[in-house]
């Protein structure tokens, strides 16, 4: 791994390797800065070399639609169109061409292919939060329909559902008892 990518915001020279992910602050080992600096695993990962489409060397082979001198790999699983092996775009299981899979993420035909996320947590957070009785309800149905659902991949707010549901339920019961005494009385 390359050291000098991750750089000291204040003096802008490489870190080296001890100095992250750790629990607390490090000094930068140029400037003495406090800093913590939290790197994604990937990060430490090797780059594994992209594939190359193969020249046709033989009269007659298959060529990819795309890019007519290199040596068709697979058909397209929708359109059936031949494709190199750097047009194949797999995605779960399936090899789709570029057009296919802009196509698919366009139109949502895709299963697994996402591009965003509703947060049913903070939704369900935002309607306990809100002072209307039905508001209540939405917050304890969302948080019992969604709580399965996968959250943010950058904030996870775990707390979320559960406290939608205990703002939602006292607030549900909250009126409800308001309601009780409007008509039945003191």
């Known amino acids: 791994m390359n050291t000098l990518l991750v750089q000291c915001p204040k003096c802008h020279s490489g870190l080296v390797d001890g100095i ?3 629990p607390d602050l490090r000094p930068c080992p140029n400037c003495g800065a406090s800093l913590q600096v939290e790197v994604f695993p990937a990060f430490f990962r090797r780059i594994s070399p992209g594939r190359e489409g193969e020249r046709i060397m033989v009269e007659g082979e298959s060529s990819c639609f795309y890019h007519p001198q290199k ?3 697979v058909p397209c699983d929708v359109c059936g169109r031949f494709l190199c092996a750097l047009c194949d775009c797999e995605v779960k299981g399936q090899h789709l061409c570029p057009a296919c899979l802009e196509s698919g993420q366009r139109k949502k035909s ?3 292919l ?3 996320r509703v947060l049913h947590r903070r939704t369900a957070l935002l309607l306990a ?3 209307f009785f039905i508001t209540g ?3 304890i149905y969302l948080a019992l329909r969604y709580r399965k659902e996968p959250g943010s ?3 996870p707010m775990r707390w979320a559902f559960p406290a939608a549901l205990i703002l939602g339920s006292l607030q549900t019961a909250g009126y409800l008892v308001l309601i009780g005494f409007a008509i039945f009385g003191h």
Do not use: C, S, Y
Request: proline fraction near 5%; glycine fraction near 4%.
């Open 137 to 139: 309800v939405a917050a």
């Open 110 to 112: 895709i299963r697994g």
């Open 71 to 73: 040596k068709a790999t």
């Open 20 to 22: 992250f992910n750790q």
């Open 129 to 131: 939060l809100l002072p």
């Open 153 to 155: 991949l950058v904030m």
């Open 114 to 116: 996402e591009d965003m």
